[in-house]
């Protein structure tokens, strides 16, 4: 380390001169070893934090007054804002499409559900809006919703802002699921055979690495984090394992199809199976948030709050793991938004989890319906799928802020 | 009996046991209300259990505590918490919380499951920020903050709590001199105010000039308990602490003072090792 300067040292702090002198600055952390400059010199050539550009981008770029206010405020604030996004998504995933439908008649033909009378519209593009764009854009949103608020949940309760929803083996017991579902014909028998497979299979996963973990009467979160992790591998094995000895190629790409993710062909009947399981999952943890905050400081922290941690957390996994499960049950694995959602909102907003967890449902909502999209009309007349945009957008976006927010580092 | 209306704070014959190891061994301790009680002993001894274990944190094999006369094992958390606030030794990971979002954290054991903090909430916080300084950092991460300045914020956060009984552990541990005087300072009139309070300490005089009663911890069980002027003595400090040392009352401030003279006769030195650079070439 630097030389020892007592005469300046034993300086009394008002003889200092006024301005800044910066041979005088105690570095911190890492830069102190010479070869890094610190925050403070990177603030004063410009470099700016990504949160506070896409902040200023949305025009809210007081970080401090807006995490200053009540809770009811910051939810109002950032539900208006998130809201409009999620209004704007949808009104242009309904109206791009082979069919080009133009705004206006969309709008009307939701009036006219609600008995409305608005303006025209073609009996054809009122079927395709209410037959087939309505129900998959309220999947989508079902699905986002659900993958944001599990990720938040999964975040807090793991203290890792590297925590998906996926970590406990729903995604990977839905795969096998619906896979099995495939495999035997069951598909071409019963239509929603696929979902009910999926949700099945995430849950008998999910109830598998909960048990694996509570063995012995003493649960632990890194137990449960290994478990997710070993049967997620032999889940992983078991799928491989089918497509492998499957002979039909039919199936096969009906398999891989379900792999990527998608919301093509999904009807109202895919929003009420799926529908009810994430809006319980959802709103259980809405009311324990505020219990979420304080798991995050550690269970002894928690329970000196007044947490009854044991219970709280088996709810909070149950309800995440239910949500998550009916999400892939009608929309096959969906990857990053469960992961980003409520890490990039987490740097907005700040980790309030009473915030947090309904702008990661909003959020969550606005990225499968922006990625659905694009998915749907990048290539037209084919499909692009909504799972391999997410990642192909959101895991180099990812990494961005990973990169750009190194230094606040987290506790791994 | 009759002084049980008065008890805040009673254990009685708590063990806990982990792994073959007794952390606490049969320890019996009453506080009265209004009571300032140190606990003070060598690593290990198990202060921080004894802690944890009135705050319930942790529920011991054997014995048991109450609370203002009622039994810890039929209280929910939350109860406790109501009445009860522990500030823990080492400030875990904050995640990106400000201080005032930590503080307001306080009021949680006195929140409805769908109440969110009212005004009066965040005026309890506040004033909690101010009179352990804080209020300056209310809006920083507690990561920005320094070791010292986050204890003082763990400690604005269990004062919003507005507990009966307040648990510290090591609460000064990271301060500098001015602050550690502060928050003692604080917590002195707040229990000459109605508040109970158990602290463990490391620095015997600091525990004797702030306690009304020591209590002496070593491996698990408690060894003396008494005004500092009956329980510290050099001979007491030599078998527990294996410290020679004078006791005295200082000329200044007129508390018990301990002025240690260095390790008592048949402790080994630690091993001299030389270290990296001089030992490399």
Not at chain 1, 43 to 72: H, M, N, W
Not at chain 1, 96 to 114: D, F, N, R, T
Request: glycine share 10%; hydrophobic share 50%; proline share 4%.
């Amino acid at each position: 380390m630097g030389r020892v300067r007592p005469g300046k040292l034993t300086r009394k702090p008002g003889d200092l001169p006024e301005r800044k002198v910066t041979t005088l600055r105690i570095r911190e952390g890492p830069s102190s070893f010479g070869d890094r400059p610190d925050k403070s010199d990177t603030k004063a050539s410009g470099g700016e934090k990504p949160e506070v550009f896409l902040l200023r981008a949305i025009g809210l770029d007081r970080i401090q007054t807006y995490r200053q206010a009540g809770v009811a405020a910051r939810l109002a604030v950032g539900s208006g804002i998130l809201g409009l996004l999620v209004l704007g998504a949808a009104l242009l995933s309904l109206s791009l499409g082979p069919v080009e439908i133009p705004v206006s008649h969309v709008a009307s033909i939701i009036l006219s559900s609600v008995r409305l009378d608005f303006g025209e519209f073609g009996r054809t593009e009122q079927l395709v809006i209410e037959q087939i764009r309505l129900p998959r854009i309220v999947v989508g949103a079902c699905v986002g919703m659900a993958l944001g608020v599990a990720g938040a949940t999964m975040q807090g309760l793991f203290r890792n802002p590297m925590a998906d929803p996926g970590i406990i083996g729903v995604s990977a017991g839905g795969a096998v699921g619906a896979v099995a579902a495939i495999a035997i014909g069951a598909t071409g028998a019963f239509f929603l055979a696929l979902p009910v497979f999926a949700f099945v299979g995430a849950m008998a996963a999910c109830f598998l690495v909960y048990g694996i973990a509570a063995v012995g009467g003493r649960f632990s979160m890194a137990t449960l984090l290994l478990a997710g992790v070993a049967v997620n591998a032999f889940l992983g094995a078991v799928v491989s394992a089918i497509i492998i000895i499957l002979p039909d190629n039919e199936a096969l790409r009906e398999i891989l199809f379900w792999l990527a993710g998608g919301l093509d062909s999904r009807t109202w009947e895919h929003v009420q199976i799926a529908g009810p399981f994430i809006l319980v999952g959802i709103f259980v943890i809405l009311l324990m948030t505020r219990d979420l905050n304080l798991l995050m400081l550690g269970d002894d922290e928690a329970r000196s709050m007044g947490v009854r941690v044991g219970p709280t957390r088996i709810i909070l996994l149950a309800a995440a793991a239910m949500a998550t499960g009916a999400a892939v049950a009608v929309s096959g694995t969906i990857a990053f938004v469960g992961l980003v959602t409520p890490h990039v909102l987490r740097l907005m907003l700040g980790p309030d989890h009473r915030v947090l967890v309904p702008m990661s449902a909003v959020g969550g909502a606005v990225f499968v319906l922006l990625a659905d999209t694009v998915a749907r009309t990048i290539i037209q007349p084919a499909e692009f799928r909504v799972g391999v945009l997410a990642a192909f957008v959101g895991a180099p976006f990812f990494i961005f802020l990973l990169i750009k927010n190194k230094r606040q580092a987290y506790s791994l | 009996m009759n002084n049980q209306k008065n008890q805040a704070v009673s254990a009685q014959d708590l063990a806990y046991q982990v792994e073959a190891q007794w952390l606490l061994d049969g320890v019996n301790l009453s506080v009265d209300k209004g009571e300032m009680v140190g606990l003070i002993g060598p690593n290990g001894a198990g202060k921080s259990t004894l802690l944890r274990a009135i705050s319930g944190i942790l529920r011991c094999q054997d014995g048991a505590v109450t609370l203002e006369g009622k039994d810890l094992a039929n209280m929910t958390v939350k109860d406790v918490a109501a009445g009860l606030a522990l500030v823990p030794q080492i400030a875990p990971y904050t995640h990106g919380f400000t201080s005032m979002e930590l503080v307001l954290m306080g009021r949680y054991p006195h929140l409805g499951r769908f109440q969110v903090e009212s005004n009066s909430d965040e005026q309890i916080a506040r004033d909690a920020m101010a009179m352990t300084e804080t209020d300056q950092f209310a809006n920083r991460t507690l990561d920005t903050l320094s070791g010292g300045e986050r204890q003082r914020v763990f400690v604005a956060r269990a004062l919003a709590q507005q507990p009966r009984i307040l648990l510290l552990d090591e609460p000064t541990s990271n301060l500098d001199v001015l602050h550690q005087l502060m928050v003692l300072d604080l917590v002195r009139q707040l229990v000459d105010a109605g508040l109970t309070a158990v602290a463990a300490f490391h620095d015997l005089s600091i525990a004797a000039r702030y306690c009304d009663r020591l209590v002496v911890m070593s491996g698990g069980e408690v060894i003396a308990t008494g005004p500092a002027e009956d329980v510290l003595n050099p001979e007491l400090i030599e078998t527990v602490f294996k410290v020679k040392a004078a006791v005295y009352r200082d000329p200044v401030t007129g508390s018990m003072t301990v002025s240690l003279i260095g390790p008592a006769n048949g402790v080994a030195p630690l091993r001299n090792i030389s270290i990296g650079r001089n030992s490399a070439k």
